[in-house]
Nanobody
Framework: VQLQASGGGLVQAGESLRLSCAAS????????LGWFRQAPGKEREFVAA????????SYADSVKGRFTISRDRAKSTVYLQMNVLEPEDTAVYYC???????????????????WGQGTQVTVSS
């Protein structure tokens, strides 16, 4: 499984960005795919995730109502639409995938098997 994240950049507070994660190497049936982020000096934290089969989603409280995770099954791509960005959203964002996902573990980074390279998101105030 290979994951290629893209779409990061420098924006001002209140603006939007859309991250993409192109996935390959599997049909991803039964997989969970998620976005995590890590700011300097902080631990990697859960942002959002979905079940590839069925599309069930999960979000961190800090991004609910602002971020939307979605997938395009034909393109094997997962997106993270980020609206009303805040300086606190500044981090390196990673996409990740795990096999045999269950709903209760979507937000646990330690259980993800595959990780893409990160993409930097910087939000200026």
């Amino acid at each position: 499984v290979q994951l290629q994240a893209s779409g990061g950049g420098l924006v001002q507070a209140g603006e939007s960005l859309r991250l993409s994660c192109a996935a390959s190497g599997s049909t991803f049936v039964g997989f969970g795919l998620g976005w995590f982020r890590q700011a300097p000096g902080k631990e990697r934290e859960f942002v959002a995730a979905l079940k590839w089969t069925g599309g069930e989603t999960s979000y961190a409280d800090s991004v609910k109502g602002r971020f939307t995770i979605s997938r395009d099954r034909a393109k094997s791509t997962v997106y993270l639409q980020m609206n009303v960005l805040e300086p606190e959203d500044t981090a390196v964002y990673y996409c990740a995938a795990k096999q045999r996902v269950i709903s209760s573990t979507l937000g646990l980074p330690s259980l993800y098997n595959y990780w893409g390279q990160g993409t930097q998101v910087t939000v200026s105030s």
